[in-house]
């Protein structure tokens, strides 16, 4: 069968299971445009390019399928580049695929010719520039195959115009086979590993396990509830390992890191069996490395070996699929008596100071908690964008699932939030999504709001509005002697801008006027509409606790020294 590549592209689309596409056209993907125009596959045109890739992105954190975003060459291209870096480390399955100049104009500094492929090397899983015909099918099968399979990841396919109008063979995709002697013989290597770990974690008297965003990437959160349940150890997790393991649990003990807890931070600190499940153990994670590890046994479960003594030197290193790896550990371990150990922890949880959490004010803290009485449904998805919001968010909201708490991580990308949460929405449009968001995040993005208005995706977005670059200026004010140099934000219209896009809004500056406002938006969004609920907080609450960069995570600052 004979198709042009652009209906190439639309069929192996399609083959992949991909019904909604994000993306801009331009120059470069009329032909592939052309081809869409007749196909069943539904493209959510955003207001910009990079609002594509991050939507896109989202998709794929909660669908757990392969997103896919569409640009044109040149600025088209060049535009998704900070989203192909949020998606590359924060490990997420995505297939970018831009257009480029006719094969005979390359290297020709045509118009609009940028070389995309040499651009995000460092950024993409794989990449590859189609230069023939017959290379677009392998090309982009093998696409979708890298991006998903072990720790996934971005890819670029960059394909010229030439190559989307020119005829090419329709071919059907091989059957591949699973290899099961390497997987045999991986297990093979894993079986000392494995007794070695098992009797380290039996004979624990100080034990946590620390979960990390590759248990949710390797759907591998039953096997991790298993082997808390079973160990009945408390549980430590990572920004990207949100709702990996439930946050009501009693075992929970929430975030650690930079912002982490501080019962979950002196647990780590104080272990002498560290089970690390997935978790990259950045440095907003680790702080002073060196001193992170201390005299305790680190028992570290990945499927990427490069990570493996990458920052932190493991004792046991199993490394493979965490969900396969799990199901193999989890029959070797047996419930611990810890009991003097969770009485210290309980102790230090409790020196942990709420005083923004009262109700007294409006603050960030309150505000999650009241969303977490709202929206206790396991079916809320929460999509944060970065900054003081997120790291309220991400200490202050309950989430039980995994996939519901969406967020740029390793790139920690401003602008994220709103196109992530149309993303998350066509994703699972049965849930209540709900987009929380900084004041200088969400002006970086949010016309996004106008493609959900469009699209009809409905979604509550929450504006932290401390009328500052809150973060910055939480770190001039701790460790610039308050020189607070253009973080102060001027005034701006939220809800006109809102209402512009067609969407509607109200600010609050009351815990009662915000509870009134989650009845409003409720009955919005009934109908169609996304809301947007503009919070008035005040620019002297920080984020706390806190361990300033390069310590060690049991010392944390004190704003007022």
Sequence with gaps: MKLSGAQAIIKILEEHGVNTVFGYPGGQVIPLYDALYDSKLHNVLTVHEQGAVHAADAYARVSGRTGVCIATSGPGATNIVTGLATAYLDSVPLVAITGQVAVNQLGRDSFQEIDIVGVTIPITKHNVLVREAKELLPALRTAFKIACSGRPGPVLVDIPSSIQTEELEWTEPENASEDHKEKNTNKQRLEKLLEAASVTINNAQRPVLLVGGGTVLGNATAEVIEFARKTGMPVVNTLMAIGAFPGSDSQALGLTGMHGHVGANLAVTNADVLVVAGSRFSERITGDRNRYVGKKTIIQLDIDPSEVDKNIVSSLPLVGDIKETLKLLNPRVKKLDIKPWWESIKAWEETEGHELEKGDKLTAPWIMKELNRQFNRKETIFVTDVGQN????????????????????????????????????????????????????????????????????????????????????????????KRYSSTLLSEFDFIAFAQSCGAEGVQVKTCEEFKEALILAGKVQKAGKPFLIETVISQADLVLPMVAPGSVINEFVDPEK
């Excluded at 929380?436 to 504006?463: N, Q, W, Y």
Aim: aromatic residues 8%.
């Design 390 to 481: 997120q790291m309220w968010a991400a200490q202050h909201l309950v989430i039980d699932n995994p996939r519901h708490f969406v967020t740029s991580g390793g790139c920690g990308t401003m602008g994220f939030g709103v196109p992530g949460a149309l993303g998350a929405k066509l994703a699972s449009p049965d849930a209540q999504v709900i987009q929380i968001g900084g004041d200088g995040g969400f002006k970086m993005t949010g016309m996004e709001l106008h493609t959900a208005c469009r699209e009809k995706t409905p979604f509550l977005s929450i504006v932290i509005n401390n009328s500052c670059l809150g973060m910055v200026r939480q770190w001039q004010q701790v460790f610039y002697n």
